[in-house]
Antibody, heavy 120, light 110 residues
C-alpha cells in the first residue's frame, strides 16, 4: 500500500526558509512516469499546486512561486524535499505530499498533510 | 494563473443526480484533456475521483463520471449518497507546465 508522510516544522517565522520532507513507500521514483510533489491548502481555501519532481529528475514549479521553491529527491532514502524561502503569514497552510503514478496524469495518492503556521 | 471557476455550492437529495461545473480558459481546459476531480471530506486529504476528463481510478464508483465541452468540464454524481457530502475540486494542466485548481464546490446532501 502506497504511503506518503510529510515531516517538518509546524511553526516558522516570517522571512525564514521552510524545509519539508516527504518520505514514501511501496513505489519507486525511478519508475518511468512516476512523480512526487507538493500541494498546499490554506485553511478553508482551495488547494494550490506547488512543485513536482519526476523519475527522470524533471522538475516543474508553480509559476507564481517559482522563485521561492526548490524540490529535489533522495532515491536512497525514498524522500522528496521541498524548500520555500522568505515565508510569510499568507503561506500558512496544510502542505500535502502527493504521488503521481506512471499511468495517471494527476496525483492519485496523498499524504495526511502537515499544517505549517507562519507567525512571529 | 487564475483559478478555475466552480459554483460555491450545490445540493441534492439522496438518490438524485447532481452536476458540478468547472470553467477554464484557452490556457487550460480548452486546450488540454487533462482535467481531474477530487473529493475532500473535512480534515482529510483530497481523493482522486476522475482524471483525464472521463477516467476513473481503480476503486472509484461508477456513480462518478466526468465530461468536458469547450471551456467547461463537469462532474456528475448519480444516486447521491450521504457520504458524498463534502468539497469537490477540479484541476487542469496548463500552458505553464503547471496545474491549476478550481475554487471548490461544497456539496450538501439534503
Amino acid at each position: 500500500q502506497i504511503t506518503l508522510t510529510e515531516s517538518g516544522p509546524t511553526l516558522v517565522k516570517p522571512t525564514e526558509t521552510l524545509t519539508l520532507t516527504c518520505t514514501f513507500s511501496d513505489f519507486s521514483l525511478t519508475t518511468s512516469g512516476v512523480g512526487v510533489g507538493w500541494i498546499r491548502q490554506p485553511p478553508g481555501k482551495a488547494p494550490e499546486w506547488l512543485a513536482f519532481i519526476y523519475w527522470d529528475d524533471d522538475k516543474r514549479y508553480s509559476p507564481s512561486l517559482k522563485s521561492r521553491l526548490s524540490i529535489f529527491k533522495d532515491i536512497s532514502k525514498s524522500q522528496v524535499v521541498l524548500t520555500m524561502t522568505n515565508m510569510d503569514p499568507v503561506d500558512t497552510a496544510t502542505y500535502y505530499c502527493a504521488h503521481k503514478p506512471w499511468n495517471i496524469i494527476s496525483p492519485a495518492h496523498w499524504g495526511q498533510g502537515i499544517l505549517v503556521t507562519v507567525s512571529s | 494563473q487564475s483559478a478555475l471557476t466552480q459554483p460555491a455550492s450545490v445540493s441534492g437529495s439522496p438518490g438524485q443526480s447532481i452536476t458540478i461545473s468547472c470553467t477554464g480558459t484557452t490556457s487550460d481546459i480548452i486546450n488540454y484533456n487533462y482535467v481531474s476531480w477530487y473529493q475532500q471530506h473535512p480534515g482529510k486529504a483530497p481523493k482522486l475521483l476522475i482524471y483525464e476528463v472521463t477516467k476513473r481510478p481503480s476503486g472509484i464508483s461508477n456513480r462518478f463520471s466526468g465530461s468536458k465541452s469547450d471551456d467547461t468540464a463537469s462532474l456528475t454524481i448519480s444516486g447521491l449518497q450521504a457520504d458524498d457530502e463534502g468539497d469537490y475540486y477540479c484541476t487542469s494542466y496548463t500552458t505553464n507546465d503547471a496545474w491549476v485548481f478550481g475554487g471548490g464546490t461544497k456539496l450538501t446532501v439534503l
